[in-house]
């Protein structure tokens, strides 16, 4: 069992940087792939980026490649998404999530609310 929180949500300007970050608690947190998700109003929740941990490679939507980085630090129990040269259709709420492998996104945290004004 794993327990998510994130933190670092905020309202920004068009062109502007967020760093969010996903603290988890229970044990192995190195054993589980990492990823953040969002979902903006009236849409489904996609996928943003996933750190596998059986490969060690992050894999990014299109619409972030080159504007948001993942990031894990396994002595802190963290993940972090940066994000930067946000725009307003990054508008959402984003979601942590972990897994194991072979398994579902079983875990998630309660999301934190970025907002993008043009």
């Known amino acids: 069992q794993v327990r998510l929180v994130e933190s670092g949500g905020g309202l920004v300007q068009a062109g502007d940087s967020l760093r969010l970050s996903c603290v988890a608690s229970?044990?192995?947190?190195?054993?589980?792939?990492m990823g953040w998700f969002r979902q903006a109003p009236g849409k489904e929740r996609e996928f943003v980026v996933v750190f596998s941990r059986s490969s060690g490679s992050s894999y990014y939507a299109d619409s972030v490649k080159g504007r948001f980085t993942i990031s894990r630090d396994n002595a802190k129990n963290t993940v972090y998404l940066q994000m930067n040269s946000l725009k307003p259709e990054d508008t959402a709420v984003y979601y942590c999530?972990?897994?194991?492998?072979?398994?579902?996104?079983?875990?998630w945290g309660q999301g934190t609310q970025v907002t993008v004004s043009s």
């Open positions: 999530a972990a897994r194991t492998d072979g398994s579902a996104w079983g875990f």
């Open positions: 229970g044990r192995s947190f190195s054993s589980y792939s």
